[in-house]
């Protein structure tokens, strides 16, 4: 049988783990040991190659605690430093994670069998594991989703819309440009266009964002660029058509432009007694929508998230583990009525 540990502690191990996105088999088989160690009925779920989900099961869930074991890079130093833990997943989301299991290992020696944990991969980039999720039986009636939002109940939240632009050019010699045709000039064009945009906005959710989050392009400095390529992310506020149409139009006819991913608005019914937060970032929460009604709850930050200085503090850490029990129990005793 697995010993029980501290959240603090648990969340040492897991960031111990690295697990950048498409890196996560490492990790998801040490959570896979520990739940069946835990007494858990686990389903290990395929994604791709040795990447995959997990699912945690005591009998027939209503409630499912889902969070992913993804990071992004780099990694940094683990240290727990005057009650405040340091390290890439402190936040996002590996402390989240073992505060979940925690949670629902306290439920469990209770005697409660209708709480389930779902783990994914990919959620960083491309969703992947939420998206191979919906074929996982038996699901709940209710989903909460571990993001970092304070403890706070999140019951709104952007989406996003992924964006691929290339442009493709004729490589030359830089001291004869007029023989060549710049994919980067062509490429920085269609950015700016975009950038004077004028983007929707939602009274609750604020402002529709456009970020450039890479470029790249080119194959020297003395050469005409005949390649170039950006990724950008639009945080939503409603629906995506609109927005498509008008980085298309934007982008016009000399670049190719796709959308890889598309995650949808989120909004949920409030619950009484719990303060309510929005959120102006995504999640993998509408893409897991067959899961029944979705809530958004986590401790910690969003703004250390994806930084050098990820941190976490662990009262914070057992605030959450606090907080996931009472929302369990909420829960369900609604699903009773």
Known sequence: MTVPMSVAELAQQLMQIPSPTGSEAAVMQFVAERLTG??????IQPVIGDRVNVYATRGVPMVVLSTHLDTVPPELPIHLTDGVLHGRGACDAKGIAAA?????????????????????????????????????????????????????????????????????????HSGYPELGDSAVHRLLDVLGRIQREAWPTDPRLGATTVNIGRIAGGDAPNVVAPWARAELLVRLVGPAAPIREAILRAAG????????????????????????????????????????????????????????????????LERGVESYIALVRTLLAGAAQ
Do not use: C
């Open 100 to 172: 979940m299991m925690v949670a629902a290992e306290r439920l469990a020696a209770e005697g409660e069998t209708r709480v389930a944990l779902l783990f994914v991969v990919g959620e960083e980039d491309g969703s992947e594991g939420a998206l191979r999720a919906v074929d996982l039986t038996p699901k709940g009636r209710v989903m909460i989703n571990g993001e970092p939002t304070g403890n706070l109940l999140a019951t709104a939240q952007k989406g996003a819309l992924k964006v691929t632009i290339e442009a493709r050019g004729k490589g030359a």
């Open 38 to 43: 835990m007494g858990w009925t686990v389903q």
């Open 253 to 316: 006819t000399d670049v190719e432009v796709t959308f890889p991913l598309e995650v949808a608005v989120m909004r949920s019914p409030s619950i009484e007694g719990w303060d309510e937060v929005t959120v102006a970032y995504s999640s993998d929460l509408p893409l897991l929508a067959e899961w029944g009604v979705g809530y958004q709850l986590g401790p910690g930050t969003i703004h250390v998230a994806h930084t050098d200085h990820e941190q976490i503090e662990v009262a914070e």
